[in-house]
């Protein structure tokens, strides 16, 4: 397994846990349950976003702009709901 696998791997692992958490902050019975569900969101969100930025810098997770005909078009369709 190469390096930019472990990274894929460690990515996804990660937004796995950012999932988890958010859901058990959103469904946290008390406030120290949500509190520390809480931190362990922000610290997993924090660790997603350098693993990103490091994937990034490495061009193994890039990007496209979208069209802005496109963003328009759906910014349309859903300004009239």
């Known amino acids: 397994m190469d390096d930019k696998n472990i990274m ?3 990515l996804l692992v990660t937004k796995g846990a950012c999932d988890l958490y958010l859901h058990g902050t959103i469904e946290s019975p008390t406030t ?11 610290d997993s969100l924090s660790t997603q976003d350098q693993i990103y ?16 005909q496109k963003m328009t078009k759906v ?3 859903f300004a009239g709901m």
């Open 8 to 10: 894929e791997n460690l």
């Open 53 to 68: 930025k490091q994937m990034s810098a490495k061009g193994w997770y890039t990007t496209e702009q979208a069209e802005q």
């Open 32 to 42: 120290n349950v949500h509190q520390a569900f809480d931190t362990a969101l922000n």
């Open 75 to 77: 910014k349309n369709k």
